[in-house]
């Protein structure tokens, strides 16, 4: 048949031709390897260089806690594992302790640390001890609201003491029926008479609240001078005529409230910076709110916008004081319409004065910062300011981009801004300080070395914090370890921005 020597004559041919190449030896193989592997097939292994048994990690599914937090890690840029491998009880001293309120750049990152998603150390004996620590530093930082969403994300009922804090939260906030409904739900959440009285009240159920005051009363289990604000509480119209109750040195927000609702506000200038939060709301006066507003503002509590809206709210009703820096802020304002630069240079070192009086330097540069931007000002001292309320602002490296001509200070604020001040005369020694930080071998303290070694990143943050506060204050060396610690861990805009501040804000 005619197809069969056809076929046998190809076969004999293809096999020839094959004999002619030389076979691919394994390192060419490994050389040049195939194209189009399919995707289960892998390449050469890694081999042990030793016979020993390798270390292998284990850790249980159970003891990895979901990430808790308000702001994804993805935006602060921190990971989820922050905190995994730190003692729970030596984060908790860090966080308490920590001082950042001569920094706002210090109180941004403080808060980026406290907000963002992370997992909580594993400990059994104390799951709950970091996120304790968060919750009571946000509090006593007057940022209410942040930890009374993040308890609520954790699940507020989930253990007395975590109900303990989004009751007090809630209190400040005005917020209060949600935890009271939950009380009443769940009596077991607290022991408190006084929170089982309130609660019952504000839901209308004054019968029980009543029953439980009496209780309260024969048992003695509160002290004489709750069960007498409460029985004002309760039964209003017996005391028209009696005295004010003296005013407590140290209330809690329930006494406030209790306070409140009984017709004698206590005042919150002299109570913990949280309670400013309840002058926030509409029963407080405007001046009260102002003033509360610029006290949360000052340390990172509360956003620059909110205290623009109260302070361009209405027209000053008075001079002094608060007023004058209303009535500063006002006129700038009104002055930074388009083509009314010298209406900027009259109004701003009024304003910058007004503010930078009570340490709100930087947040009125983040309120203003992009507008000014675009405003050069021909007087020399109010362009010059101008320029330096940019560099405090967001906008620093954009306004390192058009410096004015000046002493040698403005060479290095300029480079500093940049990320190189050693390219710039140094005007002081605290210059010299921050440029040694900035230094491509500028060493990380050995203690924070090693606990960035062994992945305890935000235990790390946070003693270069401590060192930062510690050169703040004078001491040179730990100025130049906190800044070289903050750029080794990827903090370069934090670095930068709290130099700028410490230069700025001192005057150095």
Not at 89 to 117: D, G, H, N, W
Not at 441 to 463: F, M, R
Request: hydrophobic share 45%; net charge negative.
């Amino acid at each position: 048949m005619p197809i069969r020597p056809a076929l046998l004559a190809l076969f004999l041919a293809s096999t020839a031709q094959a004999q002619t190449l030389e076979p691919l030896s394994v390192i060419d193989w490994l050389s040049n390897p195939p194209e189009n592997l399919p995707g289960t097939v892998l390449l050469e292994p890694p081999v042990t260089q030793t016979g020993l048994q390798p270390d292998v990690q284990v850790t249980p599914l159970e003891a990895l806690s979901p990430p808790l937090g308000l702001v994804s890690s993805s935006v602060t840029g921190l990971p989820v594992d922050l905190w995994q491998n730190s003692d729970p009880a030596r984060l908790a001293e860090l966080i308490a302790r920590v001082p950042v309120k001569a920094s706002p750049a210090m109180q941004r990152l403080l808060f980026t640390l406290l907000l963002s998603e992370a997992r909580p150390p594993a400990d059994p004996t104390s799951p709950d001890a970091l996120l304790m620590a968060r919750l009571e530093r946000l509090m006593q930082l007057g940022a209410a609201d942040p930890a009374q969403s993040l308890v609520q994300l954790a699940g507020p009922t989930d253990t007395p003491d975590r109900f303990s804090r989004w009751f007090d939260a809630t209190l400040l906030t005005g917020d209060e029926d949600r935890s009271c409904t939950a009380l009443i739900a769940q009596p077991h959440l607290s022991r408190d008479y006084a929170a089982q009285i309130f609660c019952k009240a504000r839901r209308g159920d004054w019968p029980s609240a009543a029953l439980t005051l009496e209780a309260a009363h024969a048992l003695q289990v509160l002290p004489q001078d709750q069960l007498d604000l409460l029985d004002r509480f309760l039964s209003p119209e017996l005391f028209e005529d009696a005295d004010y109750l003296p005013q407590p040195a140290n209330p809690t927000p329930l006494t406030f409230r209790l306070f409140e609702a009984i017709g004698e506000r206590l005042p919150t200038a002299s109570l913990p910076r949280a309670f400013a939060n309840a002058d926030l709301r509409d029963v407080a006066g405007w001046k009260a709110q102002i003033e509360a507003a610029e006290r949360l503002t000052r340390i990172g509590a509360l956003t620059p916008n909110q205290l623009l809206g109260l302070y361009t709210e209405r027209k000053p009703a008075a001079s002094g004081a608060v007023w004058d820096r209303v009535a500063a802020i006002q006129r700038f304002d009104t002055a930074l319409r388009p083509g009314n630069s010298d209406g900027v240079a009259d109004t701003l070192p009024e304003a910058w004065t007004q503010m930078r009086s009570i340490g709100l330097e930087v947040p009125f540069a983040e309120l203003f910062a992009q507008r000014l931007q675009s405003v050069p000002l021909s007087d020399t001292r109010a362009e010059n300011l101008r320029w330096r309320i940019l560099l405090l602002s967001d906008l620093y490296e954009d306004a390192a981009l058009t410096a004015p001509e000046g002493p040698d200070k403005n060479q290095f604020l300029t480079a500093l801004a940049q990320g190189d001040p050693g390219r710039a005369p140094s005007p002081s020694p605290l210059a010299d300080a921050i440029a040694e930080g900035f230094a491509w071998s500028a060493p990380v303290p050995p203690d924070i070395h090693a606990l960035l070694q062994n992945n305890h990143l935000g235990e790390a943050i946070l003693e270069a914090m401590t060192l930062f506060a510690h050169g703040a204050r004078g001491n040179l060396v730990d100025l130049t370890a906190a800044i070289a610690t903050f750029r080794r861990v990827g903090l370069e805009d934090t670095a930068r921005r709290a130099a700028l501040q410490l230069m700025i804000l001192n005057g150095a």
